[in-house]
């Protein structure tokens, strides 16, 4: 299968519940980044990874934690989330931190905290 | 800080009719600058993107889009309209250090009357 995969892609969990959220890229990019996309609100970027190593954390309550154990996989991990987490949760890669050369995208994880 | 401007969060077309979203951004230097699109429930697929050279882009699906350097814009064009272009549409700006963190307007939902 080639592109981005996001895995689950609807979840619903309690606020104390931990779940995780899988991206999986089959493109060979080297840098993978977490977005949330709330309705009414723009896209925000959460977290960025290089190479495994996160380069960018957009100021993102620590109820998320990132892992990206390779330069194919990337997760996020949630737990004692809140209602207004709901949102739709997107997965994207890019070849390396060069702007031009794009994203792709996912389909996302929609997320429903109760 | 860099931004993006979608002024029109709704347009209506008929279908065959000519199309044209809006998008101005606010950035210092030359800009990464990106038109993605977005069908209910899926994630964003990239229509086509500028970061040198000719002003005016070509993208898939039939859309093209023109770099104006002196009114900060980037608007998307497509000649005639389809039903299935009915989605929602997300211009967006290259930021940080590589020009790899994007930067998204709110969004342009496209109707398509036929």
């Known amino acids: 299968e080639t592109g981005v995969t996001q895995t689950p892609r609807h979840l619903v969990m309690g606020m104390t519940n931990k779940k995780s959220l899988k991206c999986e890229q089959h493109l060979g990019h080297n840098a993978m980044y977490w977005y949330k996309q709330s309705a009414k609100k723009p896209l925000e970027l959460m977290f960025v990874?290089?190479?495994?190593?996160?380069?960018e954390n957009n100021s993102v309550p620590s109820r998320f934690s990132p892992e990206c154990p390779n330069s194919s996989h990337l997760f996020l991990h949630l737990h004692t989330l809140q209602p207004e987490d709901s949102a739709l949760y997107l997965c994207?890669?890019?070849?390396?931190?060069?702007?031009?050369?794009?994203?792709?995208f996912g389909s996302g994880t929609r997320l429903t905290v109760v | 800080a860099q931004s993006v401007t979608q002024p029109d969060i709704h347009i209506t077309v008929s279908e065959g009719a000519s199309l044209e979203l809006r998008c101005n951004y606010s950035?210092?230097?030359?800009?990464?600058l990106f038109w993605y699109v977005q069908s209910p429930g899926q994630g964003l697929q990239l229509l086509l993107k500028y970061f040198s050279g000719d002003t005016l882009v070509q993208g898939i699906k039939g859309f093209e889009a023109e770099f104006k350097r002196s009114q900060s814009s980037f608007n998307l064009r497509k000649p005639s309209v389809h039903w299935s272009d009915a989605a929602e549409y997300f211009c967006?700006?290259?930021?940080?250090?590589?020009?790899?963190?994007?930067?998204f307007g709110a969004g342009t939902i496209l109707r398509v009357k036929s």
């Open positions: 994207a890669s890019s070849q390396d931190l060069r702007g031009n050369y794009g994203y792709t």
């Open positions: 967006a700006v290259g930021a940080g250090e590589y020009g790899n963190k994007l930067v």
């Open positions: 990874y290089n190479f495994k190593e996160q380069t």
């Open positions: 950035y210092g230097a030359t800009p990464y």
